[in-house]
């Protein structure tokens, strides 16, 4: 590794510090998405040098209502190419906030952007529809049955959205969605299954008419915790006329 002049180091530090302001045509800093909804996941999106950006020195911490990114640079002489990177800033509930970019060791943010997060609009009903107190989002299994799941993304506004994998009699794997639910209580959700076919995903070129949906079933998720049995649901699906129950647990990745 070749020792560097006091003067080379300065210029490296001083090209390191100034990374993200110096990549030529960088679109503008933003937190996506654009408007965002309350505990909605959201991400600081910024153009900066491949080289001096160093993502595994990176530390988040919250101010108040300022979120604070810092990194630590590389050592560049010769700037690296731009690339796009998306920094998550985490949930928040609503309010007025703005995201902070530093290099470490400077007081004055490279990069720093207001953003207001809207709360959930609601029609006044009487009584008031049911919803969820946490977010459910995530894989599900069952853990003695390996190689069919559930894959669950709870949206900012309730909604649930879920793929089902399963294999059929033959043994021929199948997939399923989930949608078109609503909340019966805070932790008991109804929707329907839909079964989706289309070409191959070997063809050539994909037809005009796409794929093909229909409505298979019902299913119903109750995410109902009791002592001892946390991160367990119990879930209920029906397809083609054919009931199954189990129940399913939340895989956590570490």
């Known amino acids: 590794m070749p020792i560097l ?14 990374g993200i ?5 960088a679109a503008q800093p933003e937190v996506v998405p654009a408007l965002p909804t309350q505990f909605e996941t959201l991400h600081l999106r910024v153009t900066v040098d491949a080289c001096n950006f160093d993502e595994n020195s990176l530390t ?3 101010r108040e ?16 190419p731009p690339k796009v990177v998306d920094i998550e800033l985490g949930a928040y509930p609503a309010g007025d906030y703005q995201a902070e970019l530093y290099v470490k060791g400077e007081r ?6 207001p953003f207001t997060v809207s709360g959930v609009v609601t029609t006044p009903t009487d009584p008031l529809p049911a919803r969820p107190v ?19 993304e709870q949206g900012p506004t309730f909604q649930i959205f879920g793929a089902l994998y399963v294999f059929d009699a033959a043994r021929q794997p199948q997939w399923y969605t989930l949608q078109a639910g609503r909340w019966e209580t805070s932790t008991r ?15 050539p070129n994909y037809p005009s008419d796409g794929a093909q949906y229909r409505s298979v079933g019902v299913a119903t998720l109750d995410f109902q ?7 367990l649901a119990a879930f209920s699906y029906t397809i083609d006329g054919q009931t199954v129950e189990k129940t399913i647990s939340r895989y956590r990745l570490r």
């Open 5 to 18: 002049s006091n003067a080379s180091l300065k210029l490296a530090v001083a090209a390191a510090s100034f």
């Open 225 to 231: 915790m009791i002592p001892g049995s946390e991160d």
């Open 60 to 62: 988040l911490e919250l």
């Open 134 to 152: 946490a977010d459910h989002s995530g894989l599900w299994g069952a853990t003695e049955e390996p190689g069919w799941g559930l894959t669950l």
């Open 108 to 113: 004055t943010p490279s990069v720093r952007v």
């Open 21 to 25: 302001a110096a990549v030529a045509g």
């Open 189 to 203: 959700w109804t929707g329907q299954v839909v079964k989706s076919e289309g070409p191959p995903w070997t063809s």
């Open 65 to 80: 209502r300022t979120i604070v990114a810092t990194f630590k640079p590389r050592l560049c002489i010769v700037p690296g």
